[in-house]
């Protein structure tokens, strides 16, 4: 079973909403990780955490707004989103290092979002 | 930025076969190669990775071979079962955990 817990596993929003994403891992891991999937497509990475500060942002669109409170939780703020948002959103963890490299990422089941 | 290809996109076989999965990188700098299974529904699960300075790693019915000289690392099962029958990620990596993953191939076990 994966050690990283994402909630809600399901989540239908209209495009005026305002929704939150939340992932959370006890496995004493510094970075953090959301990654987006589309339909029959493989995950793009969104953004990384590293010692709870933001270092990678692959250029997200400014409607989603990660933020780090603790070095366990990673929580995924949505606004005014668009139909072509709806996908998986999936939340990863893993040890973090000077370089990050190489560390294994371990994925939580992620969360469907439906933007109506 | 890195680019990657795996190949087949699909693959059928009959429980008990064997199953290859390639997958071609462009970037000389990558030093992290694993393979993630994703079942419907789920999140991908890490069955098994290589660091560059090994060729090969084996864990029972699964095991990955890298050729870094050829940028190209493969993902063999053998003695498939139905429940092996996934999409399987390759993803390799680099600086900073930037995984980019391959487009994905869906392999379906027949009993």
């Known amino acids: 079973d994966t050690e990283v817990t994402q909630t809600p596993k399901h989540l239908v929003m209209g495009m005026t909403n305002k929704k939150s994403l939340k992932c959370e891992q006890h496995?004493?891991?510094?970075?953090m990780y959301w990654y987006k999937q589309k339909a029959k497509k493989p995950p793009e990475l969104m953004f990384v955490y590293s010692y709870e500060k933001l270092s990678i942002n692959e250029s997200v669109p400014s409607r989603f707004s990660p933020e780090c409170p603790n070095s366990s939780l990673l929580n995924l703020h949505l606004h005014a989103l668009q139909p072509e948002d709806s996908a998986l959103y999936l939340c990863a963890s893993s040890q973090a290092s000077q370089t990050h490299s190489g560390n294994t990422i371990y994925f939580g089941e992620g969360s469907w979002l439906t933007v109506v | 930025g890195e680019n990657v290809e795996q190949h087949p996109s699909t693959l059928s076989v009959q429980e008990g076969d064997s199953a290859v999965i390639k997958c071609t990188y462009s970037?000389?700098?990558?030093?992290?190669f694993p393979w993630y299974k994703q079942e419907l529904g789920k999140g991908p699960q890490l069955i098994i990775d290589i660091r560059s300075n090994v060729g090969e790693k084996k864990d029972q019915r699964i095991a990955v071979t890298l050729n870094k000289t050829a940028k190209h690392f493969s993902l063999h099962i053998t003695e498939t079962q139905p429940e092996d029958s996934a999409v399987y990620f390759c993803?390799?990596?680099?600086?900073?955990?930037?995984?980019?993953f391959g487009a994905g191939t869906r392999l379906a076990v027949h009993p």
């Open positions: 496995m004493g891991h510094r970075a």
């Open positions: 993803a390799p990596g680099g600086g900073y955990n930037k995984l980019i």
């Open positions: 970037d000389s700098a990558s030093n992290y």
